[in-house]
């Protein structure tokens, strides 16, 4: 029994023993087993952004079993995709691999009138296909909003039912400039609402020091944001005070270096993970899972 | 018993035996039979198109017992049309030729806000009229992107309980130029999506060598695309690695001679088969069963 | 026993006795029985235009029993009207005249975005009410498209397992000239699509020489269309080949001889009949029994 | 086409295209293939007598592959068993060996009030496992008749809403002596029954010449029942004049010779075919192959 | 990932991926985790026997906290338990300990007319409370047989849904001698009548040489069974030809010395694991915990 595992889950304690037992599954898979840290593989940029510009720069990323071999190779702690690509593993990793199905997805073929992803598979699929939780994306910020928050509360509610816990991704976009979506005040906002939501697992993407709205200003002219590592502890502090777990994903590809760097921000700023894809799968596989392995590394401390 | 069709159905481990077993009997009918390949007539043109342009090229169309009477005839796999014509041949044709219902359509005579197709029959009726599979157009690029995945999200599901196999059209339609719907990039894309979207059979266009989006043309640059087979080729890889039955479909009535060019391209570089209706039926009767053969032959390699 | 009338069911086979033996009822009432040709009086005018502009011209026509009496004392086939004249007379006449429920309406008061009927009634009232089918009008050509085709999707489903068929009324409109509505090209599509929506029974407009739709000129050019003749001629054939029965409607008021030499022409065009409303139970009593068992006259032959 | 099919199936006319498809299916596959008559293997002894008692005798019969290769080896139309020995093998036959699921069974370790089977299985089981047909035991004679008849009616309209067709197996019991259990009037009695509660597929056991009932006594002294065929040929008119597909078990244990001049008698006397289960797999592979290849060749006449 | 789970898993094929998902997890815990062998500790007997009768042997066992910890430190694959007992311990185990609910008991203090268990607990429990399959008890034999084969029909087919394998305890009761409840072919039926029930794992008593059925002696003449490893593989073939799961409970309190000599008996005949219960919770704790890592090493071998 981990300690720091069953300190964090006690932050979800009234939550139901499947819940409470998938989020501890989640946690004692893989390299970072036990140590309340976890990094998680997602695959969605072929929905998202096509397969020829998410799989050409590592041709063995078209091949959907490649992706699950890696977090497997790699020690991940779970595997993040949306329905087609889980289907194509879930019969040969089940029960190892825990399996995150992304229920909702966007695509750059379309303009659609607000960011809002489409609903793509449903609780019933994630328990057919013996899933570990569902994946859902919101955009705060969406014209879009209304209906995508109580697309999440129907689902999360239902999840929740047949014990899965709910990842939420949460990407600020619509109502504000380019560099506001990752902004500190916005993404703190961001992972804050998806905690009000409900979510047991918050995604966001790493913080700039840009301050996106005029009326929240002020209140982070004492809030300290030069390092990487301090706004991530606003972060995960506009997180219940760090009783949500929230993990950074690793955006645009990068190179290596700057990457690790990225790690040790967040994790010097108390992040609880990270959620990595591009730059994992894109890299040739030795490439990937030294980085994957000097990452978890990282988070081991 | 084929082996390589047991292979394509090894990529489907973890569907039920029903859907399972009415993959395999496409598979196992007609002139194909045992190949892996399929050769589909699909004629849904008097919906889409009007019965006029439709059918008065060859006037035997216009009795929706010549199509069924042609599949049978030329030794296709299966027969997909809109409920109408289901309804027409169902009772005579059910349990020897496989029959795919095609649940949504869409008519010329309207302009919707968006591209989006209306839902015409239920999973029910497939059942009721003993078909093999539905069929189902996604319009990857339309706005109206979210309802149409949700709804086949809805459809697949049920239908998947009843043992039914999801087959998906998958055209590119609406934030783009005319020629982006069937450019490289936008044809592997919206392959994807279909397959991401738990498509059991994808169906999409010949592609072309046009890059649509900008976002994605350095990625394309070292994709060899200057022969059809080799476009061919990067769909299939598209669509799981080829771990997904991809087909094509004619396009445009042409030549016989470019018709069967396009097939050996189409054969090269490694599609399941073709979904064959305008070129077919519009053709008169000895010809059409020629054309439907000559395809077949090259399919059979 | 009818031998036409079984041959003309004989292109329903696969439909269940209930749907089987109302349509065997529909072509076994009144002047025309057994003959497979039908003489329907519709009144939904009152819905439609109003009640002073629809029965001023024959103060009878308020009442709704005068409509029932007129259809039984002409010879009619069948009536049908909306939920409310239904049930003033449903009582009285269930058993002897077929009823059909028109459940959907339109009227001339509200403007909606797009030409869509309200909903009024439903399956459920058609079987309390003792009728024989149900009538839906869908407009083809209306942005409000997939909404309609779905309605009557749904409908029409529970309808058939309550053994009831579906009559459908297909009015083009919306996208379109307003000659375009009754252009030959546009009935025949319009009758086509509510044959692939599984209609037993299309009601049309007669057709106008007049060709729409530029995509379709070039396949009109052979077609003859010189007499209404031809032209309806074109239409049966756009309804799979003459399988599907096929009605059409007098249309605007006009003159008793004017009249008569169209429904000659709909006969020589091989119409199963005629559905006939304004024309007569505007006109007097003696004039309107005159009219309805002259046109019966016509189809009888 | 067969003709002989297609006279068979319009005595089923009024049945959905679904429920036709699948009992064309059953008639087009296999060595009798479009002969209309049927050799199905049936294996639900290991759960009606126990393992030992129905596998020892021949060892290969443990294994439920065994049974699925045996049908498809000696030409079976169809493979007939309860729910687990389905599932062993629908994930592998499916599509190519049509498959009935028995949904009800009874076992020999139990003594209950009257005769009565268990549910064992759904019609949600037979699309799930990719089945042709469901097939329901019926104890006319037992006190148990309501209940059993109730759960068929349910189970048959559920079935038939899905295209499935049922195959009632008619065993009388109960309420007579041992031998009234096969004695003709009982025979054709039962028989009768499952054809008015809605079999499409009737099974029984070959008839003796005793007659069980008092009251039918004198009804059957003009009736020939001599001969085996004699006897048939009576149960096949009970059976709707012959309009109704009715097959014969091979019941207990015999030698090749008494059973193949049994098989001669069926078909002489009329019968659809035969459902031969314990008289095959119970013998060595080559033998059970060549006596049910002899069955058939005598069907085929 | 190990070779012989995965043969074991094969013979699942069909089934969908989150029931093969818990039957991987099943085999992949504990001591024997990817041995394709199991020990499952079982603690219902408070229920079914008393809380004075079950526990007073050893005292820790009237907390339920103890048997989880026991099932833990001893490496056992999974704890099953009736609801109260689960939701004692879910919060704390799930995730790392697989949970077995077991959804039906009996107790000691009712008589009821037949034997048959109650149902005590749902599929949506084993979902709120994390657990990896539900376990019921038949008791082939019984009078109450119908009610119960439905009653584990109905509820399978609701926890395959969810993904959870069902586990089937199958113990002969009521229509035969005591010893007949153990005898070698009353255990073999009662375990392939689980199995064609559509049990992942069958759990039956070890059989003795009794044979109770008249109608199985002769077929038992040469079955060798005198050693308990004889009679054990005939159970295990009764199983599907060792297709199925199929593992033995320790049965009466007994020697450790006798335990572990039937052990080596099952692991000789081709079981699949064992079932302890009794024998492991009432002795005192590192005994228990010895006891059961004797058993583990005997089946690994």
């Avoid at 889980?86 to 695509?107: C, Q, T, W, Y």
């Avoid at 570990?132 to 129907?154: C, L």
């Avoid at 609402?193 to 409900?198: P, S």
Wanted: net charge neutral.
């Amino acid at each position: 029994m981990s300690e720091v595992v069953e300190r964090i889950l006690s932050n979800y304690a009234g939550e139901n023993p499947g819940v409470i037992g998938n989020l501890r599954r989640l946690m004692h898979t893989g390299t970072l087993a036990g140590t309340g840290k976890m990094v998680i593989l997602p695959v969605d940029q072929g929905f998202e952004h096509g397969p020829g510009r998410s799989f050409e720069p590592n041709p063995q990323g078209y091949d959907p079993e490649y992706h699950a071999y890696l977090a497997v190779k790699s020690g991940c702690n779970a595997y993040a995709a949306p329905l087609g690509f889980i289907e194509a593993v879930a019969h040969k990793h089940g029960g190892r691999l825990p399996l995150i199905l992304k229920v909702n997805n966007s695509d750059l073929l379309a303009k659609t009138a607000s960011p809002q992803s489409a609903l793509t598979s449903s609780v019933e699929d994630a328990l057919r296909l013996g899933c570990s939780a569902i994946g859902f994306t919101i955009y705060p910020g969406s014209a879009g909003r209304n209906e995508m928050y109580e697309q999440i509360r129907d689902m999360s509610r239902e999840a929740r039912k047949a014990g899965l816990p709910t990842i939420m991704w949460s990407y600020a976009r619509g109502n504000m400039s380019k560099e506001g979506e990752t902004g500190l005040d916005v993404i703190a906002y961001a992972a804050h609402i998806a905690c009000q939501l409900g979510a047991h697992v918050v995604k966001v993407k790493p913080p700039t020091a840009h301050i996106e709205g005029d009326d929240r200003r002020k209140f982070y002219e004492k809030i300290p944001k030069d390092t990487l590592a301090d706004r991530v502890r606003h972060v995960v502090k506009s997180c219940f005070d760090g009783k949500r777990i929230v993990i950074f994903s690793g955006g645009e590809p990068k190179t290596t270096a700057d990457l690790l760097e990225e790690i040790r921000q967040l994790n010097a700023g108390g992040a609880f993970g990270s959620i990595m894809g591009r730059n994992a799968f894109q890299r040739p596989e030795a490439e990937a899972v030294k980085l994957l392995q000097d990452v978890m590394a990282i988070f081991k401390g």
